[in-house]
């Protein structure tokens, strides 16, 4: 079953402007992690945040959480054609547990 | 660093046939899971298993079956093809920890085609 939903479904932005994608998930959760994927390729690990954690960053990423509100952002500062990839936020509700992800957003960055 | 492997990297079937694929986990890693992606969706959780243990089971039809051996590689076993199976299956792996954290590394998936 779907966890939640993110938006936008597509992003289209200049190379060196900031990219800013929500996830909105509906249960409790004991990690948000982000997954970048190229076209019909793997998943790769951008970043975990845990529950308890508000924000977190990662080179140019910036992650925040908001338990409240079930929602998270990432933020890609000054972004470059490289980043064009869809990017999936994943949920689990403890330790050991599968991941249940977004329906992903679609981030075209255009040099 | 080593990653997670999966083989093989491109399948295609006819309806009916069988399938097996495969999955190394990251070494240290006690977990395995499965996961597939139809074109344009997120992924789904297929099964996992801990320590050789199937531990949590998702949305996995009942004509695929999945196990994990001794030297923690797993095999995802699917009958009776059909055409919706078409699809991209990520193994991912990660290690518990006490402490919560539960980063899954993807492999880089078996693209099977159902003709």
């Known amino acids: 079953s779907q966890q939640g939903e993110e938006d936008p479904q597509a992003l289209s932005i200049q190379e060196g402007e900031n990219a800013t994608m929500n996830c909105s998930y509906k249960?409790?959760?004991?990690?948000l992690q982000w997954y970048r994927q190229n076209s019909g390729r793997g998943l790769v690990h951008l970043i975990l945040?845990?529950?308890?954690?508000r924000e977190k960053h990662s080179g140019r990423l910036r992650v925040t959480l908001d338990t409240s509100k079930k929602s998270s952002s990432l933020l890609i500062t000054a972004s470059r054609a490289a980043d064009t990839a869809s990017y999936f936020c994943?949920?689990?509700?403890?330790?050991?547990?599968?991941?249940?992800f977004g329906k992903g957003t679609r981030l075209s960055v255009i040099a | 660093a080593a990653g997670v492997i999966q083989s093989p990297r491109h399948l295609i079937k006819e309806k009916r046939e069988t399938a097996t694929l495969k999955c190394y986990p990251i070494?240290?890693?006690?977990?395995v899971y499965w996961y597939q992606q139809g074109p344009g969706q997120d992924p789904q959780f297929l099964i996992s298993?801990?320590?050789?243990?199937?531990?949590d089971k998702g949305s996995i039809p009942d004509r695929f079956s999945a196990q994990q051996f001794s030297d923690y590689h797993s095999e995802l076993n699917m009958s009776s093809l059909e055409l919706g199976d078409s699809a991209l299956y990520f193994c991912?792996?990660?290690?518990?920890?006490?402490?919560?954290?539960?980063?899954?590394?993807f492999g880089p998936g078996t693209r099977l085609t159902v003709l």
């Open positions: 298993f801990y320590e050789k243990m199937q531990s």
């Open positions: 249960t409790s959760i004991n990690n």
């Open positions: 994943a949920t689990d509700n403890s330790g050991n547990t599968p991941l249940v």
């Open positions: 991912a792996s990660s290690r518990f920890r006490t402490s919560g954290g539960n980063e899954q590394f």
């Open positions: 070494p240290r890693h006690d977990t």
């Open positions: 945040i845990r529950s308890n954690e």
